[in-house]
């Protein structure tokens, strides 16, 4: 990557939070039809805390301290919040052997000489776990905009863990602006199409991706990009190759390095509208703008 100092106008949007990493990715921004924005870190704050639990024979407690165990080793924001809340309710957690990750799908570890799994509905459901006593209580809490993980000990079923994560409250203005400038909107996440529906419907964004692997994200990108130049907006080490394939890869101040080191824009304030200060920044330049 070049070195800020190069790039005309860097220090002015710096100023304003914006770090341009070269002088093309601030020209590329200008011809942008199509702005694709990760969902959980970039249109949310990124910080999901435990809002329900359902366990199948009630024992809540339980499924917390297995799942908390399961998730321990992983950096996900989901499996930070599952260990907060059973540190939050005092639980022994207990210890775990051969613990793996999956990344966009969830964790697997043993647990006394049994496999515990931790993940979205479709991981689980993918194993072979029947969801039937917990699927209304998933379609709820989904619908209200919240992640559902769920938690099997071998291939019976614990429960279920809703977690919710807060819309950026910047977010609604600044996909306005960008309509208004015709700019078209959309959401790409891992997550299920429920949740995603209602987080693109309280930001306004028009077009929503769900349930799209890591792997894949990189992929769509190529194929939107057959309409018009795309930008895309992200946090996550799953963002990284959808960053490095977009015309302009724009990553939040707060996310993963690797998302950073993959990105021609940083956002070091980490507000969804310094998209929009970026983009203008990018037309006008930073006197103009003002
Ligand atoms: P996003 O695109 O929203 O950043 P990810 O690709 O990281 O999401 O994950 C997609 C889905 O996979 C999550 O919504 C969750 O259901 C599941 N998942 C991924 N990692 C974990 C984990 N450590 N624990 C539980 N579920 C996970
Ligand atoms: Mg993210």
Redesign the pocket.
Known sequence: SAPLSIVRGAGEAADHGVLMRTGESFQALRRVTTMVF????TLTEGRPAVRDIISVDGEEDTLLALAAA??AA??????RA?VEAALARDLTIPDVTDFQ???????TAQIDGEPVR??????LTELGIDLALVSDGIETAEDQGQ???VAARGDRLLGAIALGDALRTDAAETMQQLHELGIRTAL?????ER?ARHIARLAGIETVHAG???EQ?ADLLREMQHEGRVAMIGD?I??APALMQADVGIAMGSGTDIAIDAADIIILNSRVSSVMTAWRISHWGYRKML
Do not use: C, M, W, Y
């Open positions: 990760d969902k959980t870190g399961a998730e992983s950096e996900h924001p989901l499996a599952v990750a999956q990344s966009g799908r969830g964790v931790v993940g979205s509905p479709a991981f992640t559902v993980i790409v996440t891992g997550d299920n949740t799209v692997l890591p994200k996550g799953n963002d």
